[in-house]
């Protein structure tokens, strides 16, 4: 089983709709967990961190459940600049991984008029 | 905030020569940079964790004496891709974590490394 599993889609969404991305992890002890967006050869950017309280940002709203190890990323009224492969990434709990973090496979987004 | 730099963007060299990129945190110091390597239509593979002041701790499989790091101060890390070959050819990318932040890593833009 993977660490950290996204559904790669591609998602092909017309603008204004509202998509939502899930990602499991397997790390229970995994303790820090981050949306990150990376355009076409480009690098990844950190889009938001998940609590467990949840948290939004403008259009963008991330919900942690740590007893079901579930991530999720909601995105309402998409806009053609939000086509990008969207990151799921946890961080490792401790020990020599302390520190890192490791990437699901991401799930392609494409927005279209 | 919370830039990082990497030189050269892209490069293209024979095979068996050595390359060195380089990865700067531009605004803030960074105790600990990662290296990853990103092959197409692949996620970000880790390749080592750069300390500085010490040597660099390598992901299983990953030749330490062919990738050669460097974290010589709180701003700069290097890799040096060393007798390069073909199946080196990949997407090279540095992130940063900032010294008494949170975990989050902050990425350089990539080095495109093509070997011929």
């Known amino acids: 089983r993977k660490e950290v599993e996204q559904d790669p889609g591609p998602f092909n969404v017309p603008e204004g709709a509202t998509v939502a991305f899930n990602c499991t992890y397997s790390?229970?002890?995994?303790?820090?967990f981050f949306w990150y967006r990376q355009d076409c050869r480009k690098e990844p950017k950190l889009l938001m961190s998940v609590y467990s309280s949840g948290n939004e940002d403008g259009r963008f709203t991330a919900q942690l459940n740590r007893a079901s190890q579930y991530i999720s990323l909601l995105i309402r009224d998409s806009k053609l600049s939000d086509s990008a492969t969207y990151l799921c990434v946890v961080n490792h709990a401790g020990g020599t991984s302390y520190g890192k973090l490791t990437f699901g496979q991401g799930t392609i987004l494409t927005v279209h008029p | 905030g919370a830039v990082v730099s990497q030189h050269p963007s892209r490069v293209i060299c024979k095979s068996g020569t050595s390359v060195k990129i380089e990865c700067r945190s531009l605004?803030?110091?960074?105790?600990?940079m990662f290296w990853y390597r990103q092959f197409p239509k692949q996620s970000l593979m880790l390749m080592a964790t750069s300390n500085e002041g010490s040597k660099a701790t390598y992901e299983q499989g990953v030749e330490k004496d062919k990738f050669l790091i460097n974290h010589a101060s709180l701003t700069l890390s290097t890799l040096t891709v060393t007798s390069a070959h073909p199946e080196d050819s990949s997407f090279y990318i540095c992130?940063?974590?900032?010294?008494?932040?949170?975990?989050?890593?902050?990425f350089g833009p990539g080095t495109r490394l093509t070997v011929t």
């Open positions: 992130s940063a974590r900032i010294l008494a932040g949170g975990f989050e890593q902050y």
């Open positions: 790390n229970s002890a995994s303790q820090s």
């Open positions: 605004d803030f110091q960074a105790t600990t």
